[in-house]
């Protein structure tokens, strides 16, 4: 199998499986979010630890440690996956599957906003558009659900601001999964044990199923995270743009068609100019992938131009 073949298995491996999330997570119920949220922070740990064990690839604990900005920065990282992750449980198990998927559609245009807000970047006309469009959406969207949709820009804003501050710590997946999950796993499991003294937990208490489902959460959240970054190293990164689509595409399918979540037409409106605003700045970005290639030169540089390893 060629590598750009394996790129796409990987690709849709890891959208499908984040694409079908919500009806894994329906399952947890009774458990209740921040139960949930705490399994699958301590079983994430547990389950990676054991995948570096195996590869050998421990010792990059001792280098991380001596760099404290990084240090600093995956603090920053686990925070806002944590809030990410507990915000986009509760609004799965409050049957409000429709509006988390709304957060990922929107999510491509907030990390082009906080592009510009936080790295200075300069957006051309097209990116303009699809912002403005996107605002828009979210206006008819207020005036639909009568309040914010507060669910869909916490999980936009909160996994934008993650992908910003793992594009600087330029951490491989496993690796920057283990990590975060450590920082927060200290208090999920003060969390847990505070459940367990009060008698409210659901772990070992409901069935041995759920039990078994609770501790899958861990391996559930790594897998697709690690056939992503697969995919990353083999695929564009304009096909890795059009795949991200793939997953809330699901979610909106699980929503309306498996839960039977209302979708009225002014809901329908406001989707539709999210997908208006999403195709403007795809085709954008498909736009300026061609012309950037077109303008590199067509002969191999010489020897003399290719700089040397460090």
């Not at 969390?191 to 367990?196: D, E, I, R, T």
């Not at 997953?247 to 999210?274: K, S, T």
Request: include cysteine; charge should be positive.
């Amino acid at each position: 199998m060629t590598p750009l073949r394996l790129g796409y298995l990987y690709g849709f491996g890891a959208y499908l499986l984040w694409g079908f999330f919500p009806l894994y997570f329906k399952l947890l119920r009774p458990a209740g979010p921040l139960e949930i949220l705490a399994h699958r922070v301590v079983w994430s740990v547990a389950f990676v630890a054991l995948l570096l064990a195996a590869l050998r690839n421990i010792g990059f604990l001792k280098a991380l440690l001596r760099r404290p900005r990084a240090l600093a920065g995956i603090g920053a990282a686990a925070a806002l996956i944590a809030v990410n992750w507990g915000t986009y449980i509760y609004g799965v198990n409050s049957d409000r599957v429709v509006e988390t998927a709304l957060g990922y559609f929107i999510n491509p245009l907030v990390v082009v906003l906080l592009g510009v807000l936080v790295l200075g970047e300069r957006l051309r006309w097209a990116q303009w558009a699809a912002l403005a469009v996107g605002g828009l959406a979210v206006a008819v969207l207020t005036v639909d659900y009568g309040r914010l949709p507060y669910l869909a820009l916490t999980l936009a804003f909160t996994f934008g601001g993650y992908s910003l501050v793992k594009k600087r710590l330029r951490l491989p997946a496993a690796e920057g999964l283990f990590v975060e999950s450590a920082v927060l796993s200290l208090p999920a499991l003060a969390f847990l044990g505070w459940l367990a003294s009060t008698g409210d937990a659901t772990f070992g208490q409901v069935s041995a199923g759920h039990t078994v489902l609770l501790v899958l959460a861990g391996a559930l959240t790594a897998i697709p995270l690690l056939l992503f970054a697969g995919a990353a190293n083999r695929l564009p990164l304009t096909t890795l743009g059009m795949l991200q689509y793939v997953a809330p595409i699901l979610q909106l399918g699980c929503g309306v068609l498996i839960f039977h979540e209302p979708m009225p037409p002014a809901r329908l409106a406001g989707f539709a100019l999210v997908w208006l605003a999403l195709i403007v700045f795809t085709v954008d970005a498909l736009r300026h992938a061609r012309q950037a290639c077109r303008s590199r030169p067509a002969t191999a540089p010489s020897p003399a131009a290719v700089p040397a390893p460090r």
